[in-house]
């Protein structure tokens, strides 16, 4: 039998060897996943890291064409993605809410609006709103929040600045 339970603002998943009952009387289970900070912030930089590439290269080439549609899917796909790992990274610089999130999850709630709305805008041929809509998200969500990660007390920033 398995069963996950949210301990710590972390999913940890157990499973039983005997029973339920066993594993409350004599703790004979094993622990087959808990998500730490680090492996959160690994799985974070392999989502934004190529989202970044992506939009760099779609900002600068051509627009409407089938590969630039392609391209801003996947990156659509990857902002979604990267902001819900970061919703469960809690905050380690600045004040906190919940004992959880800081500042810097307001960006979540950014690409949370900002995608949907673009790919909305685009499917009614509003290409100005669109438009708008992505460079908000390049500026905000990539340039703006990935600056604050190099800020001292940042894991980023003992990684590369030391």
């Known amino acids: 039998m398995q069963c996950l339970f ?17 594993i409350l009387q ?3 289970h094993k622990r087959l996943s ?33 590969t630039h549609r392609m391209l801003g899917r996947i990156y659509m796909i990857l902002m979604l993605v990267t902001a819900t ?4 990274m809690p905050a380690e ?27 909305f805008a ?9 438009k708008g809509k992505m460079i908000g998200l390049y500026v905000g969500g990539l340039i703006i929040a990935g600056s604050f990660t190099f800020m001292p007390g940042r894991l980023l920033h003992g990684w590369i600045i030391g």
């Not at 301990?7 to 499973?15: A, F, I, M, S, Y």
């Not at 790992?85 to 469960?88: G, K, M, N, V």
């Not at 999850?105 to 609006?113: G, R």
Request: charged share 15%.
């Open 6 to 22: 949210l301990r710590e603002g972390v999913l940890n998943t157990w499973v039983d060897t005997e029973d339920t009952k066993s």
């Open 26 to 28: 004599n703790k004979t």
């Open 34 to 66: 808990k998500m730490t900070y680090l492996q959160l912030a690994y799985a974070h930089l392999a989502t934004i890291v190529p989202a970044f590439i992506i939009a760099s290269y779609l900002l600068f080439t051509r627009k409407g064409t089938n």
């Open 85 to 88: 790992i970061a919703l469960f």
């Open 93 to 119: 610089v600045g004040p906190r809410f919940f004992n959880h999130f800081g500042f810097i999850h307001l960006f979540c709630l950014l690409v949370f609006y900002l995608v949907p709305s673009a790919y």
């Open 122 to 130: 685009i499917k009614k041929g509003n290409i100005e709103q669109h």
